[in-house]
């Protein structure tokens, strides 16, 4: 047994981030949390989570950045907006879930080879390359990326969709990449300034 | 009438019947559709995760793009129905993502204007087409086969634009224009788990059987859907989550059914990229086809 402190000083929170989280897209309303748990109710994930959504606002808005960041219930979110829509003070708490899954992987708070993020990561690099996801493609650098040993158990998937025709792995790609590319840049560019 | 088409990712991929189908059911409707130029992929939910700006910015190029076209933009893939309208609600409601996307779209070239209305297929064959329209064209009627009907989360949620969010009924009432009876499905509108059966193999097989297991018990022969990655899920993974349940259903997209009905050929229908054959039911509902 593992013995651990439950309750937080208030000196280990993080006001920043408590400040972050309610400037994000989405955040602009956190503070009008009710913690009526409607959010928690209508997820049909929530059962997985160590956090339900109810505690994760809380978590979030009070500045427990690392119980926020290192928990599972950003990355069991499936955006199906249920709780978006079910929330009476118009929270919207999947781009909360949104902006704090960008948080973690900026700052690496996931384990190594944790699938989810990885497939964020391999998606964009996807687009970034190719403007179009080709999903065979993105599948396997997920895997070989995780756990390549578990594509064994998918090979019987794999017959069935190339019987089917519907595992492709020509390249689709947009002909203006350029353009693509561009467009994300001068995102960046333009973002860096107004931090400025 | 005619249509800006963005195809989306999937339905070049493991969705390629939905593609058949859907461009079948337009012809045979004699509604013109025009692929949207060089179009690039929607960001979906995955970007969304990664970096929700560049999601938006990304969704701009495809929506200045097609408003150019004139006309609107049908969307058949909810993750695409979804981030299109996202990005232009975002753009509208929040000043500093307007700068960063108006800016990015200057200096690609590409007008501001990201203005084109976003169609669903549902939408389009419901409220432009019609359903008066829709039983002309019936002519191998679906003979009461009972079909449990799954939206799945993004074509309703967060916004509802042509149909009620919690009980939607655009794709009951399509199909029961074609003769199918629609069973009760309370879990029409719950999410299929996305990508989770590949992330967390035991968290989406666990979604992917109860939805199969609801649509058994209300009764359905097979399950309509609207999605790509629905569709993928409850089909490829329906053997492996049936260990439990002991079923079989066969999973289409709504429009290969529509295609059934108005005497689409199975192979124009894409029926043959599905792993369970359909043969069987049809042959014991006697639904004749061509």
């Not at chain 1, 781009?95 to 080879?113: C, G, N, S, T, V």
């Not at chain 2, 753009?91 to 209305?117: E, F, M, N």
């Not at chain 2, 009627?141 to 799954?150: Q, W």
């Amino acid at each position: 047994m593992e013995l651990k402190r439950v309750v937080k000083f208030e000196a280990e929170r993080d006001p920043a981030f408590a400040d972050w989280i309610s400037h994000t897209v989405g955040g602009e309303r956190i503070r009008h949390c009710l913690q009526c748990g409607l959010c928690s109710g209508s997820c049909p994930l929530s059962l997985w989570m160590d956090y339900t959504p109810r505690r994760l606002l809380l978590l979030s808005r009070e500045g427990f950045k690392e119980e926020a960041l290192s928990s599972y219930t950003i990355w069991l979110c499936t955006s199906c907006y249920a709780c978006t829509v079910e929330c009476p003070k118009n929270i919207k708490v999947t781009d909360l879930m949104y902006a704090l899954k960008a948080r973690a992987i900026q700052e690496r708070f996931y384990p190594k080879r944790f699938a989810i993020p990885e497939l964020a990561c391999a998606f964009s690099r996807m687009i970034r390359g190719s403007g179009r996801i080709t999903e065979s493609r993105l599948v396997l650098q997920v895997f070989f990326k995780t756990a390549l040993w578990r594509l064994i158990g998918f090979s019987n998937l794999g017959v069935k969709l190339l019987r089917t025709g519907r595992l492709r792995f020509v390249r689709e790609r947009v002909s203006r990449q350029n353009e693509v590319v561009a467009l994300l840049n001068d995102v960046e560019a333009t973002r860096k300034e107004l931090a400025r | 009438m005619k249509y800006t088409y963005y195809p989306g990712c999937s339905l070049r991929g493991t969705g390629r019947a939905y593609e058949e189908s859907l461009l079948a059911v337009f012809r045979e409707l004699g509604l013109e559709l025009e692929e949207l130029d060089d179009w690039n992929c929607c960001g979906a939910t995955t970007y969304m995760s990664y970096d929700e700006v560049q999601s938006y910015a990304l969704a701009a190029r495809n929506l200045s793009l097609a408003t150019k076209t004139g006309n609107d933009l049908m969307a058949p893939c909810a993750a695409c129905y979804l981030a299109l309208h996202k990005a232009q609600y975002y753009v509208r409601d929040y000043p500093w993502i307007r700068q960063i996307v108006d800016h990015a779209l200057d200096t690609i070239g590409l007008p501001r204007d990201i203005s084109v209305k976003v169609r669903h297929p549902l939408d389009i064959l419901l409220n432009d087409v019609g359903l008066d329209a829709i039983k002309t064209k019936v002519t191998h009627p679906l003979n009461g086969l009972k079909l449990a009907t799954y939206y799945g989360c993004q074509i309703v949620r967060p916004y509802a634009l042509f149909d009620d969010q919690r009980n939607p009924t655009s794709m009951d009432r399509l199909l029961e224009a074609c003769g199918a009876k629609i069973v009760p499905y309370p879990l029409k509108t719950q999410c299929c788990g996305g990508s989770q059966k590949g992330t967390l193999p035991e968290v989406g097989l666990d979604r992917i059987g109860r939805l199969l297991a609801g649509a058994v018990r209300g009764g359905a022969e097979m399950i309509a859907t609207v999605c790509p990655l629905c569709q993928f899920n409850l089909e490829a993974f329906e053997e492996e989550a049936s260990n439990a349940h002991q079923f079989r259903i066969p999973i289409l997209y709504f429009t290969q059914l529509l295609a059934l009905a108005f005497g689409v050929p199975l192979k124009e229908a894409g029926i043959q990229r599905s792993f369970i054959s359909i043969k069987p039911v049809l042959a014991e509902k006697e639904i004749a086809y061509a």
